[in-house]
């Protein structure tokens, strides 16, 4: 194979990979039902340049492959008919009209007649049988579709609390912690009366401290394993750290949230199931708490750990016959909403730990603060290979801490 044909192979491959490669995030993303994260839309935009590139270096390799092909082409053709003629010349494969025609062989080969022996000698000689074990140097090994990696980088939690650019490694959220007042006009338990004096309380605002935490890896790639893989490596390293970033991230706002507030037990023995008036009551009951607290400002939400959906299955169809819910929408299952019970936002997500029954809070209890650093390379000619790295800072802080409620079973 010539230089040329080998390179548009290679680049042939590449644009295949890239294309798959993007293809690949489009359906992750529309599978969940979800917009492309931000670490998805750097990594399909990196991808599509190296495609203009890869397609502006095959056109000029397509017009010059053209030009050999119709040389080949061409000596082809002229030995196929050189073939022909010597089969014309040689007496070619032998072939029997008739059974007559065999016999009559049959018989001058019994009478010694050496043409007719021979022409029996190659029409009844044993076909050898040929397999792929027999071939095993040209058998290929295929590599079908992408590769199949189970992770999951949707950050429901972080995407239900949303995030805020981070400017600077530290940084201050004001917040209100004594109110003004405002009362009746006049002494205490008297009439209003004009000239008395109003009463008076000053605001205090205080500072919550936010500082940058930083999350990252980084893998050293081989240039052969990059040159020789298909599906392309160092698309399929960068593609899992972004993942593992996103898996890291979500853990760190699940363990988070998983200090916040009081714990309050569900209704019930332990391990039983509970009925739609107690789940349904308490979460009545914990709404209520965090009312008190954060005075409707955020929207209400409650995270559950993946094996914990079921304490709340009574609430919704089919489970429940008269469900005060619509029916869970499965294809979310830890990558967003699930559910609405009486109308919250139930968010299942794999960061919280273990056994989180579920946690009731505001999406104003807690605020996320990210910017993604991305993806980072750099050839170590040295070695011959390529170190890639993929980082970002990301750092949840705490609002309000008591604006929470952790159910929990009966002990």
Request: glycine share 10%; proline share 5%; aromatic share 6%.
């Amino acid at each position: 194979m010539s230089g040329s044909d080998s390179m548009i192979l290679r680049l042939e491959k590449e644009l295949a990979e890239k294309t798959a490669f993007i293809e690949g995030i489009v359906s992750g993303a529309q599978d969940g039902d979800r917009d492309m994260t931000d670490n998805e839309r750097e990594l399909t935009t990196g991808a599509r340049s190296r495609i203009q590139d890869v397609e502006q270096q095959l056109e000029l390799l397509y017009e010059n492959r053209t030009r050999t092909m119709a040389a080949r082409e061409r000596a082809d053709q002229v030995g196929r008919e050189m073939a022909r003629l010597r089969t014309e010349v040689d007496h070619g494969p032998v072939e029997y009209v008739s059974p007559g025609h065999y016999l009559m062989d049959t018989w001058k080969a019994h009478l010694n007649d050496r043409s007719a022996q021979e022409r029996l000698q190659v029409f009844e000689r044993a076909a050898a049988h040929q397999k792929t074990t027999d071939n095993l140097g040209i058998v290929p090994d295929p590599i079908v579709g992408n590769v199949v990696n189970f992770i999951d980088g949707s950050r429901p939690l972080v995407t239900m609390l949303g995030t805020a650019p981070m400017t600077a490694a530290t940084w201050y959220r004001p917040k209100v912690t004594q109110h003004t007042t405002v009362a009746k006009q006049g002494a205490a338990g008297g009439a209003a009366d004009e000239k008395t004096e109003l009463t008076s309380q000053k605001m205090t605002i205080t500072r919550l401290t936010g500082t940058a935490v930083t999350y990252g890896g980084y893998v050293n790639v081989s240039r052969q394993d990059i040159d020789f893989s298909s599906p392309n490596a160092l698309d399929t390293v960068v593609n899992d750290l972004s993942a593992v970033y996103a898996v890291q991230t979500e853990a760190t706002v699940g363990a988070l949230l998983a200090t916040l507030g009081a714990t309050s037990e569900l209704p019930g023995a332990a391990g039983t199931t509970k009925t739609v008036a107690d789940l349904a009551n308490s979460l009545l009951t914990g709404l209520a708490t965090i009312y008190g607290i954060v005075k409707g400002v955020g929207r209400y939400f409650l995270a559950v750990s993946p094996d914990k959906v079921g304490v709340w299955a009574p609430l919704f169809a089919p489970v429940n016959v008269n469900p005060v819910a619509p029916g869970l929408d499965l294809p979310t299952f830890g990558n967003g909403i699930f559910g609405y019970p009486l109308g919250i936002p139930l968010v299942v997500s794999a960061g919280l730990p273990a056994g989180t029954i579920g946690i009731l809070t505001a999406t104003s209890a807690v605020e996320c603060f990210e910017q993604r650093v991305g993806q980072l390379q750099a050839v170590e000619p040295s070695v011959l290979g390529v170190q890639v790295a993929y980082a970002g800072y990301f750092t949840p802080v705490t609002i309000e801490s008591t604006a929470a409620v952790r159910f929990v079973d009966a002990v």
